[in-house]
């Protein structure tokens, strides 16, 4: 892409999965079953890796789509069918009117603080000099990450497998049956 | 469109805040943190066209964070479950005075 204006086909397509991420968010919290929030939540996977691949992030748009909804999600739907929470009496699980007042709020709150950061101090004090297309580019799509994943965050990505087995263990025998 | 994914990011974010915070429901309070963390991911990716790849590798590390953080919360929530016959947060209330 460069410095030149993106292209009306790449805009078009960006502000598309932009909102569709955007409403299908907003529908999620507002829905009252837990298994419509869980799809809803899934298309806002979805639309977030097609932002992904847009942004030049094509493995983790892969990575996205498997992980989160794929592997994820498919937990969360197994634990909500599990369980049997579509009955009605678990349905009618939203706080009180003030409760929600105060939450929306909250949120409108953190979304003005969140944005106002965006546009002041992001451009004075993240003041790194951009990498240029081409040395990013080294590798291919998965060479660019795999480069610093394998070099510089090496121990972290040594020290994950050491959290995924404690979670594997943890969850086996937290949701054991006792005796 | 680093403005308008940072945008995006901070909007999600917010609704994340308002579900954690409007809903009783355990699982939805959960699925709203996984909706944070996806914001969080969203503006990591914005950044790492800019700067370089090492966002998308920190991405890569908060999707394994998040898969293991679901698989422990679930297996409490299934435990909890087993003892309340409930999700609701309103009857898990063990530390009220």
């Known amino acids: 892409m460069g410095n030149e204006l993106p292209s009306l086909f790449y805009s078009f397509h960006f502000y598309l999965f932009g909102l569709v991420a955007l409403a299908s968010a907003i529908v999620f919290v507002t829905r009252k079953s837990p298994v419509a929030a869980a799809m809803w939540l899934v298309v806002t996977m979805f639309a977030l890796a097609a932002l992904y691949v847009l942004l030049d992030a094509q493995f983790v748009g892969v990575m996205q789509v498997l992980v989160y909804a794929g592997a994820i999600m498919v937990v969360f739907l197994f634990v909500i069918m599990l369980l049997n929470l579509g009955h009605p009496s678990e349905l009618a699980d939203m706080r009180g009117k003030w409760a929600r007042f105060a939450a929306a709020f909250l949120g409108l709150a953190l979304l003005a603080e969140i944005l106002a950061l965006s546009r002041t101090t992001l451009d004075l004090r993240l003041r790194v000099s951009p990498v240029p297309p081409s040395a990013t580019a080294t590798g291919g799509i998965i060479g660019s990450v795999a480069g610093p994943l394998f070099r510089e965050y090496l121990l972290a990505f040594e020290l994950t497998s050491v959290l995924l087995i404690a979670a594997i263990v943890g969850a086996v025998v937290l949701a054991r049956k006792k005796g | 469109m680093l403005a308008e994914s940072l945008a995006l990011s901070a909007a999600l974010f917010a609704i994340g805040v308002v579900g954690v915070l409007t809903r009783k ?11 944070m963390l996806n914001a ?51 009857n898990i209330n063990l530390l009220r005075g």
């Open chain 2, 40 to 90: 969080v991911n969203l503006s990591f990716v914005a950044f790492s066209k800019l700067y370089g790849a090492t966002g998308q590798v920190f991405v890569i590390f908060v999707m394994t964070v998040a898969a293991a953080e679901a698989a422990v919360g679930l297996a409490i929530i299934i435990a909890i479950f087993r003892h309340k016959k409930t999700v609701n947060l309103e």
């Open chain 2, 25 to 35: 429901n355990a699982i939805i309070i959960f699925m709203s943190v996984e909706l």
